[in-house]
């Protein structure tokens, strides 16, 4: 099952669910805003326990995303469930080693990666 | 025969998030004429957003009444930018590292470090309400070297 909702999809497969980045640039403070409202609910009422953020379509961010994926993190960890990210391409996987925030998230090269490392941890 | 396009321009544009998305296209635009190199423009591109940021959000504290000013010069060596803010500045110095100890948890905090790591040099005025950046066109290899 899949759903589109501002500037992401959603997809729940068997072992995942899957958050999707679906624009190219998130800059601007109302665009984290929205994401922010939009990926709490589906993390707070997925029955899921494994997230997945994807971002394969993401070209550019500012560090204030950054700020976003922690936010994120610590509401996944307050439900005992975890959180890989994936599809990061290499210049914005290069703002993740400079902050040294690849330290901390759980980052895969692509969605299959990340399935499979949550297939092989159950 | 020497080009008219004028290299450098200076902008006044209002303390909203979204205001200096038309300079910045002209900005990363006149990089590409210039065949400055795809990472150089990411840089400034980085560079420039944190930048702004900071200046609407710490500087001018989303005061619609006050403005930022971007002046820019984009040479085939070199782009040389400057934002400047009508807040009452800070010191550059006083920010912590948020890549140390539990700073990396902070949500906030990591706009400058990032300015400081894509840029080839950064400078603020001595009120601290305007940053300097500068970054080099790789494509030309002229960045100077550090001295021994």
Same mark, same amino acid.
């Given at each position: 099952m899949a759903s589109l909702k501002p500037g992401i999809s959603v997809q729940y497969t068997e072992t995942a669910t899957i958050i999707t980045f679906a624009k190219e640039k998130i800059l601007e403070e109302r665009d984290i805003q929205s994401l922010q409202e939009t990926i709490m609910p589906v993390v707070e009422q997925s029955e899921q326990v494994h997230f997945i953020l994807d971002f394969h &379509?993401?070209?550019?961010?500012?560090?204030?995303v950054l700020g976003l994926l922690l936010r994120i993190s610590k509401k996944v960890?307050?439900? &005992?469930?975890?959180l890989r990210m994936c599809g990061i391409n290499p210049k914005i996987y290069e703002i993740f080693k400079i902050t040294r925030l690849n330290r901390i998230f759980d980052i895969y090269?692509?969605?299959d990666a990340a399935l499979a490392a949550g297939e092989s941890a159950a | 025969?020497?080009?008219?396009?004028?290299?450098?321009?200076s902008v006044v544009v209002e303390s909203k998030s979204s205001a200096a998305e038309k300079v910045i296209g002209q900005i990363l635009s006149k990089m590409k004429a210039q065949k400055f190199a795809d990472d150089d423009i990411f840089a400034l591109h980085l560079g420039l957003e944190e930048a702004f940021i900071n200046a609407v959000k710490h500087g001018n504290k989303f005061d619609p009444a006050k403005k930022i000013t971007i002046t820019y010069t984009i040479r085939p060596e070199k782009a040389e930018?400057?934002?400047a803010d009508e807040g009452d500045g800070f010191a550059p110095g006083n920010i912590p590292d948020p890549?140390?100890?539990? &700073?990396?948890?902070?949500?906030g905090g990591r706009g400058l470090f990032l300015?400081?790591?894509?840029?080839?040099e950064i400078n603020f005025n001595e009120k601290g309400n305007c940053i300097c950046m500068v970054k080099y066109n790789s494509n030309k290899n002229l960045k100077p070297k550090p001295e021994n």
């Open positions: &379509n993401v070209q550019f961010l500012s560090s204030a960890y307050e439900k &005992n469930s975890t090269d692509d969605l | 025969m020497l080009s008219k396009e004028p290299v450098g321009c930018i400057c934002l890549t140390l100890g539990d &700073n990396i948890y902070k949500i300015i400081r790591s894509y840029m080839d």
